[in-house]
């Protein structure tokens, strides 16, 4: 059988909601791992927790998590995954360097934005949650984040939001799939601490998918957007410099953020409108017709149920500071 190049929204359901449920069914899986380890070697559950083997390999739990789905969507669904999640390894110099530049937009003009909204839940006794989880103060410690926080969410999260996600949700207008691909990214996260950044971020993601054809741009702004974040953490931790959030709700303070926010998002539209560059590569490109749309039930319920359990997740996390 001929494999499919291409992904239908019920892909981009079932995608989404099995990328909800799988980085869970995985932690569930380390904390079984911990208790076994902590009995053989009679030590408590949180000594193994917190444990430099466990901590590693938590973190790196999401990503594993994501490269699973991707691999069993693929294969169950018997898709071209190179032609359907729009991989070209010929890149463009020009385009990658522009990419580097976006991604310095996105965090340098977006974080007093998004800081804006985490003193406003502040406000309401909700505080960002500033811990990194893992160790970061160390050249070898420094690497690992690296590898673990910038280099594989960015290749594993871009293979699901859009390489399976936006381009199934297609199906409902490239626009649309824009900003649901953007919206369930930020839904994804379960955190209210990370609710805008992502739907900001998602944008710009499926943006430059939309306009060059290639994940693989996606992929190196989101690898840069991560490493900033990384280096700017190690820096911090070996300058013994605080993390603990503070932003003054002062007028003056709230134009700048939006100002900066509305600059930074009209230069990142301004580059990828009128100076990156679309693929050369021609790519045949089927539609999801009404013939393969009869094979499917009308209500894509994966993806109403992946909707409804991040958004209780998303709620759940109110109440965990």
């Known amino acids: 059988m001929e494999k499919r190049n291409f992904y239908t929204k019920y892909d981009a359901g079932k995608t989404f909601c099995y990328s909800i449920f799988a980085p869970y069914v995985i932690a569930l899986g380390l904390i079984i791992i911990a208790t076994i380890v902590a009995g053989i070697t009679k030590t408590n559950l949180q000594g193994a927790m917190t444990a430099p083997w466990f901590l590693a390999l938590s973190t790196i739990a999401s990503p594993l998590a994501f490269f699973l789905v991707y691999v069993i969507v693929n294969k169950k669904g018997n898709i071209d995954y190179m032609q359907a999640s729009h991989i070209d390894f010929k890149l463009d110099v ?4 522009l990419c580097v530049v976006i991604a310095f937009v996105c965090v340098f003009g977006f974080n007093n934005f998004v800081s804006m909204f985490d003193a406003i839940f502040n406000l309401f006794g909700i505080k960002p949650n500033t811990s990194w989880g893992i160790p970061i103060n160390s050249a070898y410690w420094l690497v690992f984040n690296i590898l673990a926080m910038a280099l594989l969410p960015a290749i594993f999260e871009e293979l699901i939001f859009r390489g399976i996600i936006f381009n199934g949700l297609k199906a409902y207008g490239k626009k649309q799939a824009v900003i649901y691909s953007a919206l369930l990214f930020s839904l994804m996260h379960a955190s209210i601490s990370q609710t805008i950044y ?3 971020a998602g944008c710009v993601f499926a943006l430059i998918v939309y306009k060059t054809d290639n994940i693989l741009y996606s992929m190196i702004i989101h690898f840069c957007n991560n490493l900033i974040v990384v280096v700017n953490r190690y820096i911090m931790e070996i300058n013994n410099i605080s993390s603990e959030f503070s932003f003054d709700l002062s007028f003056a303070n709230i134009f700048s953020a939006i100002i900066y926010a509305v600059t930074a998002g009209l230069v990142i539209y301004a580059i990828i409108k009128f100076l990156i560059r679309p ?3 021609q790519k045949k490109e089927l539609t999801f017709g009404a013939y393969q749309e009869s094979m499917y039930p009308k209500t894509n ?8 359990v991040g958004i209780i997740l998303w709620i759940v996390s109110l109440f965990s500071w």
Do not use: D, E, M, R
């Open 94 to 97: 020009i385009n990658v360097l």
């Open 198 to 200: 992502p739907i900001l």
């Open 279 to 281: 693929s050369k590569s």
């Open 301 to 308: 319920i994966y993806l109403w149920v992946g909707v409804f």
